[in-house]
């Protein structure tokens, strides 16, 4: 069983995704797959540099992820160029994961599930949600600034739309036990249905 899990920024996605780790399931991070290993990749560098110069690269060589965001997060046919470059080879590391333990059970922390259309990867999709409030005051505990935060998750598909998309939906807005106890219901129903 392989589920995808997204959710707005600030939703908890990663907390989710650790639950379902913690209850078994190998855990897939997206963002840190780009970060760690997507963005490390001499092809990728070598196009972000020739689009961005030597700009959105740290004095060590590697991508200054916070230079790159300010490029990419104020201009969306920029964002749409590096979700571009970005995705494939994610997409790729996901394939070969899979391949090396195709019984899973896989949880996949994957942002843009909906926006990138990624549904047919995934046996079923679990959307995290919680309050719009809730939502940027965790981005703004994080030290993302109140602009910023709202700049950036106005960039993603509304909330509203991921919920009704989903599948499944956990709500994150309790305590820690309240969304494990969500987690743990879900694996029970969907070793039924699966």
């Known amino acids: 069983m392989i589920l995808g899990i997204t959710g707005g920024m600030g939703c908890g996605k990663s907390t989710a995704a650790r639950e379902f780790e913690r209850k078994g399931f190998q855990r897939i991070d997206s963002d840190a797959l780009v970060r760690e290993q997507v963005l490390t990749q001499p092809p990728v560098c070598a ?3 020739a689009r961005y110069g030597d700009g959105v690269f740290a004095a060590d060589g590697t ?3 916070t230079r790159l965001a300010e490029r990419v997060f104020s201009n969306d046919r920029e964002r749409v160029w590096l979700e571009d470059l970005t995705h494939p080879p994610l997409l790729a590391i996901w394939r070969q994961a899979f391949h090396a333990a195709p019984a899973g059970p896989w949880a996949v922390e994957v942002p843009l599930l ?3 259309n990624l549904e047919n990867w995934f046996d079923f999709t679990i959307c995290v949600a919680c309050a719009p409030a809730q939502q940027l005051a965790r981005l703004e505990q994080r030290g993302l600034p109140h602009a ?3 700049q ?3 960039k ?3 909330l509203a739309r991921k919920i009704e998309l989903a599948d499944f939906v956990l709500w994150n807005e309790g ?3 309240f969304l494990q106890d969500q ?3 879900l694996i029970r129903t969907l070793r039924t249905v699966s």
């Open 152 to 154: 950036r998750i106005s």
């Open 183 to 185: 987690v743990s219901e």
């Open 148 to 150: 910023l935060a709202e």
């Open 156 to 158: 993603q598909l509304p």
């Open 114 to 116: 909906f926006e990138k």
């Open 63 to 65: 991508v200054d992820r």
């Open 175 to 177: 305590s820690a036990p």
């Open 47 to 49: 196009q972000l540099r």
